[in-house]
């Protein structure tokens, strides 16, 4: 993967996969890679998705939900879309994609308990969390 200096992460409503990400994506790039999220129907930031981040010690509470068209597209090096049976927003930019796909943690159709809801979020932060590992390895691999 190619040197790059900001990322940004796309699903639909800019709530759940890629608010994780965004906050996971701070926490191991760290200040010298901008990361951003968005989505196509911004909502707000799920509760679920702030108590499965906090598990590891990661606020996002101070994250919002955005519109894609908010993003400027000269400021993004990186695109990762975490869509897997939604359509994933357009963004037009010249910038490398990689697709995460990663079925919504929230379920919103299942009938499931608090806590087993909450285990969707966890699978899908752990498993965000592993691909933004293997990103920085490949990374740091490239730039020696």
């Not at 040197?3 to 994506?25: D, I, K, Y």
């Not at 998705?49 to 590891?56: G, H, R, T, V, Y």
């Not at 963004?91 to 608090?114: G, I, N, T, V």
Request: aromatic share 4%; glycine share 4%.
């Amino acid at each position: 993967m190619e040197e790059f200096r900001s990322v940004l992460f796309l699903c639909v409503a800019n709530s759940a996969r890629s608010q994780m990400a965004e906050g996971l994506a701070r926490h191991i790039f760290g200040p010298e890679v901008e990361v951003q999220s968005a989505g196509s129907a911004p909502s707000r930031v799920n509760p679920y998705a702030i108590k499965a981040m906090a598990e590891l010690g990661i606020d996002i509470t101070k994250q919002r939900s955005k519109s894609v068209r908010s993003i400027d597209p000269e400021g993004v090096d990186l695109v990762i879309t975490l869509c897997a049976e939604e359509v994933c927003p357009v963004f037009l930019s010249s910038a490398p994609r990689l697709h995460w796909p990663l079925s919504d943690p929230d379920r919103k159709h299942e009938e499931l308990s608090d806590e087993e809801r909450l285990e969707h979020f966890r699978v899908a932060r752990d498993e965000i969390a592993s691909r933004l590992r293997e990103l920085v390895s490949t990374r740091d691999e490239d730039s020696k």
